[in-house]
């Protein structure tokens, strides 16, 4: 039993009734605002976080792959940096900038060369044609050459949002209308000027409507390459013919209205990169040339990547081609292709949805429980030390009980192990909020890969549990309690053994409701300064007994 200053019996454990009152009424206070504080302080600290993140000045970049090119041997893009002030929305500022990646990893080439853009419009495109990139916009019109960037008087693309394409050396676009204005641009002076002309169409009266027309010059010549779709809505066919010849020749047959599709030019031949992807199914890409023989179509197998490939855009520089894409912002793909199949691919993951920095922001205030309880272990400590009896006896010299400020702080080191079987099946976790793709990407394999990590942790952590208690039954220690020097006994003083230590250490499940507020309150409270899982072994913990 307790030993110590003589007490009433309505006072076991205590120094005096008035102690007693004090000390209890106190813990319930102290309980009472540890558990609010434990849900209200990490909620607050996320909000201040977040709003701290959210009111500053932000930057956002987006670069718009459909716009791309390739250009001696890597990829350019043009980037548009949105600089926001949440704080004074008005001082926010856009600027635009050319970026250039390597095309064997798709990492920077070079920093983000700046472009005298105006920043109302929106991304330009870019047309590589020889030793200039011009820089198509819908208000300007400039090109980059030798490191430098001139833009030209005059107005921007005529075709509004028409991708321009190369004709005769100089940038050409061609206006959708009934007919369609062909427009090349003229750079005289440092002058914009585009000259159009009508392209008469001659569409077959039962080809069907015309959904969308591209160009593209092959072999010295300019062919026109049209969508056309029949009454029925899900099909569609794709038609080509040579601006300076009669009759259009089929292309793509049976093509999905959903399909996608851009014109290039293979060899002296007009080509398309059709991409179709229908109820939610893997996209499926194929090339479609236009030969002597007709029409040939290569199906392109891309391999997973549910997403990656619903934005694209096919590259061409000589005989070269590439398609790029972009699944979630930031990540992108780039896929090589040669003699009608992928013969490399490369990918890079940005940052979206959450940036670097999100992990530490959704941690920090994970801790604070943690840190609180440390705290409120600290408290009822000096409190218990003022109120409480500290000593054990049943036969021979008493033994002091180990402080409620010890057993948390062994509790805290023989928790890493336990934690740390979860540290795969996290890592996953925040894989797959920091990369969505790759989620989706791997498809229904994810949900079971991941309850089996699971599975596996809950069986690390049983592992451990019965490590700790076979120890804790022979000697009363675990690695926490050997370091803060304390130890778990029988209310007999001896070792309590391997079952009851397991009993003991199973219960710790409920003592740690509401990290460990349970626990923590029936030590403080209990005459012997036991938790629930004490009471269920007939167990104490205690002091060491320091060498004589």
């Given at each position: 039993?307790?030993?110590?200053?003589?007490?009433?019996?309505?006072?076991?454990?205590?120094?005096?009734?008035a102690s007693k009152r004090r000390f209890t009424i106190l813990a319930g206070v102290l309980g009472a605002v540890f558990f609010l504080a434990q849900f209200i302080l990490p909620m607050v600290a996320m909000v201040l976080m977040m709003g701290s993140r959210a009111l500053g000045r932000r930057e956002f970049t987006i670069a718009e792959v459909d716009k791309a090119a390739l250009w001696h041997g890597e990829v350019w893009l043009v980037a548009q940096t949105a600089k926001v002030d949440f704080r004074d929305v008005e001082r926010s500022t856009s600027t635009f900038g050319l970026q250039r990646l390597r095309l064997n990893d798709l990492t920077a080439a070079g920093p983000t060369l700046p472009l005298d853009v105006a920043a109302s419009e929106s991304s330009p495109s870019l047309v590589p044609i020889g030793d200039r990139l011009w820089v198509i916009g819908t208000e300007s019109v400039g090109y980059y050459e030798r490191g430098t960037f001139s833009r030209l008087t005059g107005k921007g693309n005529p075709g509004g949002p028409s991708r321009p394409f190369p004709f005769g050396g100089q940038p050409a676009?061609?206006?959708?209308?009934?007919?369609?204005?062909?427009?090349?641009?003229?750079?005289?002076?440092?002058?914009?000027?585009?000259?159009?002309?009508?392209?008469?169409?001659?569409?077959?009266?039962d080809a069907g409507a015309l959904r969308a027309l591209q160009a593209v010059e092959a072999g010295g010549r300019l062919h026109l390459v049209a969508q056309l779709c029949?009454?029925?809505?899900?099909?569609?066919?794709?038609?080509?013919?040579?601006?300076?010849?009669?009759?259009w020749l089929p292309l793509a047959?049976?093509?999905?209205?959903?399909?996608?599709?851009?014109a290039i030019?293979?060899?002296?031949?007009?080509?398309?990169?059709?991409?179709?992807?229908?109820?939610e199914q893997p996209a499926r890409i194929a090339i479609v040339t236009a030969d002597a023989n007709g029409a040939r179509r290569e199906p392109l197998d891309v391999g997973p990547g549910r997403l990656a490939w619903n934005r694209w855009s096919a590259l061409v520089e000589g005989p070269r081609l590439v398609l790029l894409s972009e699944g979630m912002p930031g990540n992108l793909r780039a896929a090589e292709v040669a003699g009608g199949r992928i013969v490399r691919s490369v990918?890079?993951?940005?940052?979206?949805?959450?940036?670097?920095?999100?992990?530490?922001?959704?941690?920090?205030?994970?801790?604070?429980?943690?840190?609180?309880s440390l705290v409120f272990a600290g408290v009822l400590t000096i409190e218990m030390r003022r109120h409480r009896i500290g000593a054990y006896e049943v036969t021979g010299p008493p033994?002091?009980?180990?402080?409620?400020?010890?057993r948390a702080l062994a509790q805290l080191v023989d928790l890493v192990p336990f934690m740390a079987g979860f540290a795969v099946p996290i890592s996953l976790m925040w894989r797959m909020f920091s990369d969505p793709e790759s989620l989706v990407d791997s498809g229904s394999a994810f949900p079971f890969r991941f309850i089996g990590l699971m599975l596996a942790a809950l069986i690390w952590v049983l592992v451990v549990l019965v490590v700790y208690s076979y120890f804790e039954g022979r000697s009363g220690k675990t690695p926490g309690k050997w370091l803060v020097g304390i130890r778990v006994l029988g209310t007999d003083l001896q070792p309590c053994g391997f079952g009851r230590a397991l009993l003991r250490n199973l219960l710790t499940f409920v003592d740690g409701f509401f990290n460990f507020l349970v626990g923590a309150l029936m030590v403080a409270l209990t005459e012997n300064w036991q938790r629930l899982g004490d009471l269920a072994a007939r167990t104490i913990v205690v002091v060491d007994e320091k060498p004589a």
């Open positions: 039993m307790a030993t110590g200053a003589p007490v009433p019996d309505s006072t076991p454990g205590y120094r005096s009734e676009v061609l206006a959708p209308g009934s007919p369609p204005i062909l427009s090349v641009l003229n750079a005289l002076g440092g002058r914009a000027q585009w000259e159009g002309r009508a392209v008469p169409l001659d569409l077959p009266a029949t009454e029925e809505p899900s099909r569609c066919e794709i038609r080509h013919r040579a601006l300076d010849a009669p009759g047959a049976n093509v999905c209205s959903c399909a996608t599709w851009r030019a293979s060899g002296t031949s007009p080509a398309v990169v059709v991409v179709e992807r229908e109820r990918r890079t993951t940005g940052s979206f949805p959450f940036g670097p920095s999100m992990l530490v922001m959704m941690t920090i205030p994970q801790l604070l429980p943690i840190v609180l033994r002091a009980f180990a402080s409620l400020w010890q």
